[in-house]
C-alpha cells in the first residue's frame, strides 16, 4: 500500500476555475481620477468614439471652487487599454457651474455642457464649450456656445449631441413663449469657421413643464427630442418624444411619438439614441419605476414602435407609474450603434445592495434586439449606480458609476469602467491540441464528453478545459475519472499559456508523457493514478510552477534535475518506478513538501531544501543508501529517516511490504 503522505496527496484535488462562456466575453478596466475628492460625480457623464474617450466629473472641485467640473480625456492603446492624456476644464470656469454635466465627442471634436453657468447677470443659463484636438493630440478649448435668448435657469447643456457637421445644446428649463419648462433645442453649424446657431427648436404643442429636451439623439436626418413632463390626454407626465426631420437644410417637426399603453408619470423620454433607421426610448419610471425601454423604427413616414425592452430580472416597487425607491429604473441611460443597444439601470438591486446598478447588451437577432450580457460591479461601501451613464463604440462600452464610493472620505468620488468585447474562440493551433487530445485518447468513449468538437469559438465551453477571462486562450486542462484511453498528444506543450493541468484516474492512459518544455506560465501539475509510463518530464525553466505531482503512475527512469525553479512549493513523484540517484534540491529555494516514497532511487539524499519543515518530506520506502542526516530526521518526522527504507536491490523492492503500480 502507498504510505501515509501519498495517500494524503493522491487524495488532493486542485480545484480549477470554471471555464468561461465564449459567446460574450468581455474584459474590464476600471479607472478612477488620479485627482479624485469626494462628491466629484466621477463618470456622471461619458462618450466615446474610436479610440477617445470622455469620463465627466461634473462636481469637481477646482482651485477651491466647488462643483466647477472637469472632463477627463482617455485614449485606447493598440493593446485595447485605457489611458489618461489629458484634463478639460473651462477656461472660464466658475463654481457650480458644473461642466461635464454633459458630453459628446465625434472624431477631433468635443462638446461639453456646463447646465448652471452664470451668463452675464443670468444664475444657471448655462452655456456649451467645444474643444477642438490639435495635430499633436492636445485638445483645447475653441469656442464657448450660448442661447441667443437666453434666460435664467434655462440649463443650457444639459444634453448635448455631435456630428461631424452640427451641434446640437438642448436646455430643457428654457422659458419659450413665456412659458417656464416648457424647453428648447438649438442647432449650431459650422460658418467661416465658427459654430453659429442657425435653428432654435421647440415643440409646436408644448407647455409648461414639458421639460422639451430633457435627451436628445442626432443620427444623419434624423433629430429625437425628449419631453418627459409632457401631459397626454389627462396623464400627468406621461411623456412625448418629438422627431425632426432635416430637409432643405433646416429642421422640420416631423412626428410626435407616444406610447398606446403610456400612463401617467412613465416619464417617456427619460433617455433616447438613434442610429439610422433605429432609435431607443426610455421610460425609466415605466411600471412602477422597473422601467422600460422601447424600440421604434421607420425610414420614410412615421417611425413606429418595433419592441418593447425590459430586464429579464427587473423589479419595481410602488404604484404603476409611480416609482417609489428601490427601483431598477432600466432605461435610465441607453446607447445604440449597428445593432447593438446598451442600457442602463442605475438602481438595480443585485445580492441585497440597493442601487447597486447594471448596465444591459442587447444585440440584433433575427430582425430584433435580444439580451446577449450584463453589466455590473460592486466596490466601495455604498451603492455605487453603475449605468448612470453608459456610452458604445464598436467593440467597446463604457459605464459612469459616479457613486462608487472607496472609503467615507471618498464619499461619490465616483468610477468608470471600460469594458472591450475580445476576439471570439481560441487561436486554431490551441483547437487543433485540444482536438488531437480528443482524438488520441478517444473521446468519444469518455464518460463526459459535453460540447468537444463543437463549432469554433466555443472550446472555452468544453468539459475539462478553462480559458482566461476573454475566451482567447487556453489556461487549464483538468480531467478526472474520464475514461481516457490510449496515449496523450505530443504538442501538449503549445497550449503556452497553460497554467494548470491535471490528469487523474485514467488507469487506460498509457504511452510516455509529452515534454512541457516552453510552458512558462504552468503552475500546477497532477498527474495521477494513471499508466503512464516512460520518463518523468523535465521542469526545468518552468519558473512560474508552484505544484508538481506524479502519483502512482509508471514513470521509470531517474528524476531529472530540477535547476532554478524559485516559485516550486510541492513535489510528488511517490508510487512510480523510478530508479537512480536524487537529483540536488538546491534551486528549489521555496520548496516545502517533497514526498518520494515508493520507487526505486538509489544513492544518499541530497541537502535538503531550507524550507522543508517537519513532516514536509517523505524519502521511503526506497532503495536509498543509509546516510544519517539529523536534517532530514526532523523533516520527515522519523529517526532516523531512512528506517523504512530497504538494502535489498531494486528489483526486490516492491515485493519487501510495498505494493507498487
Given at each position: 500500500m502507498l504510505p501515509l503522505a501519498a495517500l494524503f496527496l493522491n487524495a488532493l484535488v486542485i480545484a480549477s476555475p470554471p471555464a468561461h462562456p465564449a459567446a460574450e466575453i468581455w474584459t474590464e478596466q476600471r479607472v478612477l481620477d488620479p485627482q479624485a475628492q469626494g462628491f466629484d460625480h466621477f463618470g456622471q457623464a461619458v462618450a466615446i468614439s474610436g479610440p477617445v474617450a470622455l469620463v465627466s466629473a461634473s462636481e469637481a472641485t477646482i482651485d477651491g471652487q466647488s462643483s466647477q467640473g472637469k472632463v477627463l480625456v482617455y485614449r485606447q492603446a493598440a493593446d485595447g487599454s485605457w489611458g489618461l492624456v489629458q484634463t478639460l476644464v473651462a477656461s472660464d470656469g466658475a463654481a457650480y457651474n458644473e461642466f461635464g454635466w454633459s458630453v459628446a465627442v465625434s472624431g477631433r471634436t468635443a462638446v461639453i455642457g456646463a447646465l448652471n453657468a452664470r451668463i452675464g447677470s443670468n444664475n444657471s443659463q448655462g452655456a456649451a464649450y467645444v474643444f477642438t484636438q490639435g495635430d499633436d493630440g492636445t485638445w483645447t478649448e475653441t469656442q464657448k456656445l450660448v442661447a441667443s435668448d437666453g434666460m435664467p435657469v434655462d440649463w443650457f447643456g444639459n444634453a448635448v449631441a455631435l456630428t461631424d457637421d452640427m451641434i446640437v445644446v438642448a436646455a430643457y428649463g428654457a422659458h419659450y413663449n413665456d412659458q417656464m419648462m416648457r424647453g428648447s433645442v438649438y442647432v449650431y453649424t459650422q460658418v467661416d469657421g465658427r459654430w453659429t446657431q442657425t435653428q432654435q427648436l421647440a415643440a409646436a404643442d408644448g407647455t409648461v413643464g414639458d421639460g422639451f429636451g430633457s435627451a436628445i439623439a442626432l443620427s444623419g436626418a434624423n433629430l429625437l427630442v425628449s419631453a418627459p413632463g409632457a401631459d397626454i390626454d389627462d396623464r400627468h407626465a406621461q411623456g412625448a418624444v418629438y422627431r425632426f426631420a432635416r430637409a432643405d437644410g433646416a429642421w422640420h417637426q416631423a412626428q410626435k411619438i407616444v406610447v398606446a399603453e403610456g400612463v401617467e408619470n412613465d416619464q417617456l423620454g427619460s433617455s433616447l439614441a438613434i442610429d439610422g433607421d433605429t432609435a431607443l426610448v426610455g421610460a425609466m419610471w415605466r411600471a412602477g419605476g422597473q422601467g422600460v425601454v422601447y424600440v421604434f423604427t421607420g425610414s420614410a413616414g412615421d417611425w413606429v414602435q418595433s419592441q418593447r425592452l425590459s430586464a429579464a430580472d427587473g423589479a419595481a416597487n410602488g404604484t404603476e407609474g409611480i416609482g417609489l425607491p428601490p427601483t431598477d429604473n432600466f432605461g435610465m441611460t441607453v446607447a445604440l450603434q449597428n445593432g447593438t443597444a446598451i442600457v442602463g439601470a442605475s438602481n438595480v438591486t443585485i445580492d441585497g445592495t440597493e442601487g447597486q446598478g447594471a448596465a444591459y447588451l442587447f444585440r440584433r437577432s433575427g430582425g430584433t434586439l435580444a439580451g446577449a450580457h450584463t453589466f455590473t460591479k460592486y466596490e466601495g461601501i455604498v451603492s455605487p449606480y453603475f449605468g448612470a451613464a453608459v456610452a458604445l463604440d464598436g467593440d467597446n462600452v463604457l459605464v459612469g458609476v459616479f457613486g462608487y464610493t472607496p472609503d467615507w472620505e471618498h464619499y461619490q468620488q465616483g468610477a468608470a469602467y471600460f469594458y472591450r468585447r475580445a476576439a471570439a474562440g481560441i487561436p486554431a493551433s490551441e483547437r487543433a491540441v485540444l482536438v488531437d487530445l480528443y482524438e488520441r485518447t478517444n473521446g468519444a468513449d469518455w464518460w463526459d464528453m459535453n460540447g468537444w468538437l463543437g463549432a469554433p469559438g466555443t472550446e472555452c465551453d468544453w468539459t475539462g478545459v478553462t480559458c482566461d477571462e476573454s475566451g482567447t486562450t487556453v489556461t487549464g486542462l483538468m480531467f478526472g475519472f474520464t475514461n481516457m484511453t490510449g496515449t496523450l498528444p505530443p504538442t501538449l506543450n503549445q497550449l503556452t499559456n497553460l497554467a494548470s493541468l491535471q490528469i487523474a484516474d485514467q488507469s487506460q492512459l498509457v504511452g510516455s508523457f509529452p515534454s512541457l518544455a516552453g510552458l512558462t506560465q504552468l503552475q500546477s501539475i497532477d498527474i495521477r493514478s494513471t499508466g503512464v509510463s516512460g520518463n518523468l518530464p523535465s521542469l526545468a525553466g518552468l519558473t512560474s510552477l508552484q505544484s508538481a505531482m506524479f502519483l502512482n503512475n509508471n514513470f521509470s527512469g531517474s528524476i531529472p534535475p530540477f535547476g532554478e525553479l524559485p516559485a516550486l512549493t510541492w513535489f510528488s513523484a511517490a508510487g512510480n518506478r523510478l530508479g537512480g540517484s536524487l537529483p540536488s534540491l538546491a534551486g528549489l529555494s521555496a520548496l516545502e513538501g517533497f514526498f518520494v516514497g515508493g520507487n526505486l532511487l538509489v544513492g544518499p539524499p541530497p541537502a535538503p531544501s531550507p524550507n522543508l519543515g517537519p513532516y514536509g518530506a517523505e524519502l521511503c520506502p526506497n532503495a536509498?543508501?543509509?546516510?544519517?542526516?539529523?536534517?532530514?530526521?526532523?523533516?520527515?518526522?522519523?529517526?532516523?529517516?531512512?528506517?523504512?527504507?530497504?538494502?535489498?536491490?531494486?528489483?526486490?523492492?516492491?515485493?519487501?511490504?510495498?505494493?507498487?503500480?
Open positions: 536509498l543508501q543509509h546516510v544519517p542526516s539529523p536534517e532530514w530526521d526532523a523533516i520527515t518526522g522519523i529517526t532516523p529517516w531512512y528506517r523504512d527504507c530497504t538494502d535489498a536491490p531494486p528489483e526486490t523492492i516492491f515485493g519487501d511490504g510495498f505494493d507498487g503500480p
